[in-house]
Every structure is written in structure tokens, then in C-alpha cells.
């Protein structure tokens, strides 16, 4: 059997092959039990327990593959989705919440250029060519720069936080996640042109409609895996007089779970809780009474 014949019939499933989001990818795939073993030889594998076939692709070709109906889901960036110019052929189920990063400006720390109307009319280098040119296009008309006045915007596929140190640009548009790279280079960011991070995309106009139910299973599935990464249970005992103060600091998702105990007058308190807030709220639930204060960690959830 070929493999058109093998992945016939199965929704195809885009995964960034390599880069800052593959490893996340794989790690979420895992979580919602989508199994499969990857031969390095290849770039499609089919998923043990599903009629899935994953297809593994550049990131910033997955939004044409997806958008044209090739592939019936993937993940990328959203600021892939925006460079490929691929917003009205694709919807965003999801935001998954990880390879959050920032497409910023950014100039030499210790050069002239203090802003970004210093760098308007100058040489920019960058890897994001669409969105770059689109951002400066603003710019120029705003400054009433045409003709050889407006900002040169020149493309080069990698490495572009050297291109100011090796003289040809006075500027970069470049992602920043940490900002150990910019700064190494001796670059700060002067602008902010789009945050992003990874999405869940289907095409706005899909080829194959009897996968619906699967893509919906799927998305299902994902999205419980990244609530379970966002949220955690907290349960504690508090008097029942003190249960309305209680739930405005934990009211959960939906509401709090409220069960009575055996000692007259109090009761059980469970809800779920942002992972990044949880110091803050134990330290109101201990103020307003609240005891055996216990924190949960969720492996996966359905919301």
C-alpha cells in the first residue's frame, strides 16, 4: 500500500516539523491521546487510534495548506497566519496559549534611532516581509514619505538579528520571546507590532465535511488539555457563613462545588483556579477563615 492509499480517507492533521513550536505540539498531542511513533525519514505518520494522519510541515507553510483544503487541521503561529496572507481562507478554532512571543521593531541599544518614526525612510531587514511592509506602509503615509523617501524593507530568511551589525540595515522586525537573542545582539525593541502565539486552524471552507464530527472530537480534546495546563482544583473547608466571600475569590469556571462536612456549620469548597494566581488566592482564602487549603493539579479536563 502507497501512501495515498494509507492516509485516504483520514483527516490530515498539519504539525509544525521543527522550530520553537514541535516540541509543545507533540507534548499536546500526547495530552489528548492522539498516539503515534514518527519514522525520521519521514514527514507523514499515521495516529494508532484514530483515523488521523499527521503531516509534518515547515510552520510557515501549514496556513496555505490549510486554507487551499489540503490538510484539514493544523497548528502554526498566528503571525504565520497573518505573513501568509491566509486570514480569509482560514478560522482559528483555538488559542493554545504557548509560543507566545512579541514581532517587534528593533534598532542597535547605543545608535541614533530612539523610535520608530527615526527609523521610518531607512533600511529594515526582516524575515516578516508582509507584515513589516504593511506596518512601515502606515508609517510613511503617516509621515507623507513616498517614492525613494518611503522605508526600504528587505527580506533575508534567517539570522536577522546580525543584519545592523553587519551594516545592512538600521533596523530589524524580528520575533522576541525571552529577549536573550536582541540583547545579545546589542538591539532593543522600539515598537510592537502583533503579539502571537500558537493557534488551532481549520479551513474556512473544508473539502472533506464528513470529518466535521472528528475535527470537533479533536478540538474537543485540545482544548482540555490546554485548560488542564492554565487551571488547577482548589478545595478547602470554610465556615458557611463565610461561603459568600469564599466564592467571589474561587467562583470556578461555571460556579464552585459546595458539599457540607460533618462538623455542623461548615462545609467543602471546590473550584477551579488559574495556576498563576494561586499563591494570591490562598492567601485571601486564609484571611477570611479558610482551612486545609489544598491545591490540585489537573492532567486533563473537559470545559
Not at 156 to 168: M, N, Q
Not at 273 to 278: C, L, R, S, Y
Request: proline content about 4%; aromatic content about 4%; overall charge negative.
Amino acid at each position: 500500500m502507497n501512501l495515498t492509499d494509507s492516509v485516504d480517507g483520514r483527516l490530515l492533521f498539519a504539525i509544525p516539523k521543527k522550530g520553537r513550536l514541535h516540541d509543545k505540539c507533540v507534548s499536546i498531542l500526547a495530552g489528548a491521546d492522539i498516539q503515534f511513533r514518527k519514522n525520521d525519514r519521514l514527514d507523514v505518520c499515521l495516529v494508532k487510534n484514530h483515523p488521523i494522519a499527521l503531516v509534518f510541515l515547515p510552520a510557515a507553510d501549514i496556513p496555505s495548506f490549510v486554507g487551499q483544503g489540503n490538510v484539514d487541521l493544523g497548528i502554526t503561529g498566528h503571525d504565520v497566519i497573518l505573513e501568509a496572507k491566509m486570514q480569509e481562507h482560514i478560522t482559528e478554532v483555538l488559542r493554545l496559549g504557548f509560543g507566545k512571543c512579541k514581532l517587534q521593531v528593533q534598532v542597535p541599544e547605543t545608535g541614533p534611532i530612539k523610535s520608530v518614526q527615526d527609523l521610518a525612510g531607512k533600511r529594515v531587514v526582516t524575515s516578516f516581509e508582509v507584515l513589516a511592509g504593511e506596518y512601515f506602509g502606515k508609517l510613511d503615509a503617516d509621515l507623507g514619505l513616498s517614492g525613494e523617501k518611503q522605508t526600504h524593507i528587505e527580506y533575508v530568511g534567517g539570522s536577522v538579528e546580525a543584519a545592523c551589525a553587519l551594516g545592512l540595515a538600521d533596523g530589524i522586525v524580528d520575533l522576541v520571546e525571552s529577549g536573550d537573542t536582541m540583547r545579545a545582539a546589542g538591539l532593543h525593541a522600539i515598537a510592537t507590532v502583533l503579539e502571537t502565539e500558537a493557534v488551532l486552524i481549520k479551513s474556512s471552507v473544508p473539502k472533506h465535511t464528513a470529518l466535521e464530527p472528528l475535527i470537533a472530537q479533536i478540538t474537543s480534546r485540545i482544548a482540555g488539555v490546554v485548560a488542564a495546563s492554565k487551571y488547577a482544583i482548589c478545595q478547602y473547608n470554610i465556615r458557611r457563613d463565610r461561603v459568600p466571600e469564599a466564592v467571589t475569590i474561587t467562583p470556578g469556571r461555571r460556579a464552585a462545588t459546595i458539599a457540607p462536612l460533618e462538623e455542623e456549620g461548615w462545609v467543602e469548597v471546590s473550584s477551579m483556579v488559574e495556576k498563576k494566581k494561586i499563591a494570591d488566592i490562598m492567601d485571601e482564602l486564609m484571611k477570611i477563615g479558610a482551612e486545609d487549603i489544598l491545591i490540585f493539579g489537573l492532567d486533563n479536563c473537559r470545559v
